[in-house]
């Protein structure tokens, strides 16, 4: 019997096509962020075949399901490894965020991983895509913590960042652990994730449209501020000393497209600077 299981692009759904998967091995996989997506999908392919939906209603907490997929005891190995790897939840949300990512290849994967060793040993050509996306995606996020340097704008430490991967919302989270005592917004194309969003009047994390920041883009002192200290910073830097190698080795330039700070940085450490006096930053 031809059967096709549908299931949502979440580490719920993924992990409930495993499941399913290993139940009926013979079924083709598609998957969607939701039911309309996937009745588009369907339409479009013009199938009438047997479907199994998983992972678009209520579900079993995802530890339970970690535990069906991956062994009663799958936490166990994530204590006491000393590979820093994270756990398999974290790693299927790593690779869903994948800007290339398959998700039907990683159920496939799932599905013929009987334990968390056996998914993160990398034997088979899944297995290998699936971890690199991880370590991708994972590498990206840290970028972004190190290299973005968010701005005040009006009150909100504002970040408008160029990520390679869907993680704006981890990066607004960590923005905001940082920053408790602020409100944070993290900007992204027509998208911008509020963080600590209970200062300024709206839910403690909240995904709007960037053109409800638009005012905030306006120039102010704080704006001012940040001009002053690239006067001041530039009237002290001696180009003659300046370790290209090394800063190259702390800021890569992988890493320079993901704000416009980090990019003004990377251009100082390749090019130099304009000649600026001391006397420039009393005159302003």
């Known amino acids: ?8 692009t979440t580490v719920e759904g993924v992990l409930l096509a495993c499941l399913k998967l290993r139940q009926l091995p013979d079924a083709h996989l598609m998957f969607a962020e939701d039911l309309d997506e ?6 479009f392919a013009g199938v009438e075949k047997d479907f199994e939906l998983v992972g678009f209603g209520s579900a079993l907490p995802t530890t339970e399901l970690a535990a069906c997929v ?17 756990d398999p939840i974290h790693f299927i949300d790593l690779v869903l965020r994948h800007a290339h990512c398959d ?28 971890y690199r996306c991880m370590r991708d995606v994972n590498l990206s996020y840290h970028r972004l913590c190190m290299f973005v340097r968010p701005a005040f704008v009006r009150g909100i430490l504002t970040a408008d960042i160029k990520p390679e991967h869907r993680i704006e919302d981890m990066f607004c989270r960590w923005l905001a652990r940082k920053n408790p005592d602020l ?23 909240i995904v709007v449209a960037s053109s409800f ?6 120039m102010n002192a704080s704006d001012e501020v940040e001009e002053l200290w690239d006067v001041y910073y530039d009237s002290q ?3 003659s000393r300046r370790n290209r190698k ?14 416009s700070m980090s990019m003004k940085d990377r251009y100082k450490v390749e090019r130099g600077i304009s000649p600026c006096k001391l006397g420039d930053f009393f005159e302003m």
Do not use: Y
Request: charged residues 25%.
């Open 246 to 259: 090394q800063a190259t080795k702390f800021q890569p330039k992988a890493a320079s497209s993901v704000s």
């Open 38 to 43: 996937l009745q588009r999908k369907i339409d």
């Open 213 to 218: 920041l638009g005012n905030l883009a306006a």
């Open 103 to 130: 998700p039907s290849e990683l159920v496939r994967t799932l599905s013929l991983s009987e334990d968390v060793p056996s998914l993160l040993s990398g034997k088979t050509q899944l297995q290998k895509r699936c």
């Open 1 to 8: 019997m031809f059967l096709i299981i549908g299931f949502r």
């Open 183 to 205: 409100p944070v917004a993290v900007v992204h194309g027509d998208k911008a994730w509020i963080g600590n969003g209970n200062f300024v009047g709206l839910d403690r994390s």
């Open 237 to 239: 830097m001696i180009d």
């Open 70 to 86: 991956l062994g009663t005891h799958w936490d166990r190995h994530v204590k006491f490894s000393r590979r820093k790897e994270p």
